[in-house]
């Protein structure tokens, strides 16, 4: 049974920093991307940050330059580290594993909340 489990998430204020963990078991990870998502109450749930098999990320636009994703595939585990953090990124944050073949698997996220 694949299961991913995140944590990290907390309250903080603006300015500051916080960073996730995904640990992942069930199966491997090396082969897969991975990713962390974001949802508000009543909102779609958005990409915040991807990292590939081959070694490459992706991030939303509004937290480029503050957020870094990482991966230990040794581990099979992955973290966001989120600095500068606003009010506007407060939200559950899910884990994501996602293979090419389409099989993808979710956490239970951990909420962040940011206060002015």
């Known amino acids: 049974q694949v299961k991913l489990v995140e944590s990290g998430g907390g309250l903080v204020q603006a300015g500051g920093s916080l960073r996730l963990s995904c640990v992942v078991s069930g199966i491997g990870i090396e082969l897969s991307t991975m990713n962390w998502y974001r949802q508000l109450p009543g909102k779609q749930r958005e990409l915040v940050a991807a990292?590939?098999?081959?070694?490459?990320?992706e991030y939303l636009d509004s937290v480029k330059g503050r957020f870094t994703i990482s991966r230990r595939n040794a581990e099979n585990t992955v973290f966001l580290q989120m600095n500068t953090l606003k009010p506007e990124d407060t939200a559950v944050y899910y884990c994501?594993?996602?293979?090419?073949?389409?099989?993808?698997?979710w956490g239970k996220g951990t909420l962040v909340s940011v206060s002015p």
């Open positions: 994501n594993l996602h293979f090419l073949g389409g099989a993808t698997y």
């Open positions: 990292s590939t098999r081959n070694g490459g990320t």
